[in-house]
């Protein structure tokens, strides 16, 4: 199996909102980290670049709520790879 490659758009990112890292729908690959707020465990996609700060969802929340004006989005790396992930693993 190939690393994939740096996600360069979110390099543009000051976070990226992450899953808790007992999250049962992630995707098997994921990497553990700690969220640079409440120090909680996350998990996020193995290219994120390491200069991104990651955040818990519950602090990611609490930020879009305080900044309403805030620039969210997903990145099309990683939309590209969740639907696949869910074509692969549709029943
Ligand atoms: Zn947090």
């Known amino acids: 199996?190939?690393?994939?490659?740096e996600d360069r758009e979110m390099l543009a990112?000051?976070?990226i909102v992450c899953l808790p890292a007992d999250c049962p729908s992630a995707l098997p690959d994921?990497?553990?980290a700690v969220c640079c707020h409440c120090?909680?465990?996350?998990?996020?996609?193995p290219?994120?670049?390491p200069k991104?700060?990651?955040?818990?969802?519950d602090c990611?929340?609490?930020?879009m709520k305080e900044d309403r004006d805030a620039d969210i989005r997903i990145t099309?790396?990683?939309q590209d790879e969740i639907i696949n992930y869910l074509k692969r693993h549709r029943h």
């Open 52 to 57: 991104v700060k990651k955040v818990c969802t």
């Open 30 to 32: 994921n990497v553990v």
């Open 13 to 15: 990112a000051d976070f």
């Open 1 to 5: 199996m190939t690393k994939a490659k």
């Open 76 to 78: 099309k790396q990683a």
């Open 39 to 45: 120090g909680c465990k996350v998990q996020h996609r």
């Open 60 to 63: 990611g929340i609490a930020k």
């Open 47 to 49: 290219y994120v670049p």
